[in-house]
T-cell receptor, first 110, second 111 residues
Framework: QQQVKQSPQSLIVQKGGISIINCAYENTAFDYFPWYQQFPGKGPALLIAIRPDVSEKKEGRFTISFNKSAKQFSLHIMDSQPGDSATYFCAARLGGKLIFGQGTELSVKP | EAQVTQNPRYLITVTGKKLTVTCSQNMNHEYMSWYRQDPGLGLRQIYYSMNVEVTDKGDVPEGYKVSRKEKRNFPLILESPSPNQTSLYFC??????????FGPGTRLLVL
């Protein structure tokens, strides 16, 4: 009930391409869905977040699409760059708890 | 500079030897939390605190203790560490409802 399932586990994209990472959840009580970006040796950093009353949020090259009825949300990275190579985590919040997906290791090839 | 600090950054210890990992934030955040990160499992929440003297269990609290006596500090205590607690630990803080800021991590090896 409190799991967040993330796919794919790893992703290789060419420079300029679109990276898409998907997450699914079960608990409809989740009220906040952030995406975090983590570079090797660093702590995660918030990339973009969305609340369930919004279907899409865009910040620069990063877009979250949210499908409440399907209980799915996804991160789209447009015009992917080698500097975007990192591990990405989706998450869902329930009260004081933050449940993370398993992570996606993105590699953008020049 | 607004930041979350953790100490130590690296720690090697032996089974059963009590240890404490400190976490401090200078942003006057009400909310603080501890996570462990393991390959293939993502980040899993250990404990969180909504404010001073208020703590609650996350998904994997077994073998850990926390305390929140001051707003800025949220230490993680392993009373009797075991090898399955070998992991990368992150502390995070936020004003409630806002971005969580993560510390740099503490890599723990329990032999």
């Amino acid at each position: 009930q409190q799991q967040v399932k993330q796919s794919p586990q790893s992703l290789i994209v060419q420079k300029g391409g679109i990276s898409i990472i998907n997450c699914a959840y079960e608990n409809t009580a989740f009220d906040y869905f952030p995406w975090y970006q983590q570079f090797p040796g660093k702590g995660p950093a918030l990339l973009i977040a969305i609340r369930p009353d919004v279907s899409e949020k865009k910040e620069g090259r990063f877009t979250i699409s949210f499908n409440k009825s399907a209980k799915q949300f996804s991160l789209h990275i447009m015009d992917s760059q080698p500097g975007d190579s990192a591990t990405y985590f989706c998450a869902a919040r329930l009260g004081g708890k933050l449940i993370f997906g398993q992570g996606t290791e993105l590699s953008v090839k020049p | 500079e607004a930041q979350v600090t953790q100490n130590p950054r690296y720690l090697i210890t032996v089974t059963g030897k009590k240890l404490t990992v400190t976490c401090s934030q200078n942003m006057n955040h009400e909310y603080m939390s501890w996570y462990r990160q393991d390959p293939g499992l993502g980040l899993r929440q250990i404990y969180y605190s909504m404010n001073v003297e208020v703590t609650d269990k996350g998904d994997v609290p077994e073998g850990y203790k926390v305390s929140r006596k001051e707003k800025r500090n949220f230490p993680l205590i392993l009373e009797s560490p075991s090898p399955n607690q070998t992991s990368l630990y992150f502390c995070a803080s936020s004003s409630w409802g806002e971005t969580q800021y993560f510390g740099p991590g503490t890599r723990l090896l329990v032999l």
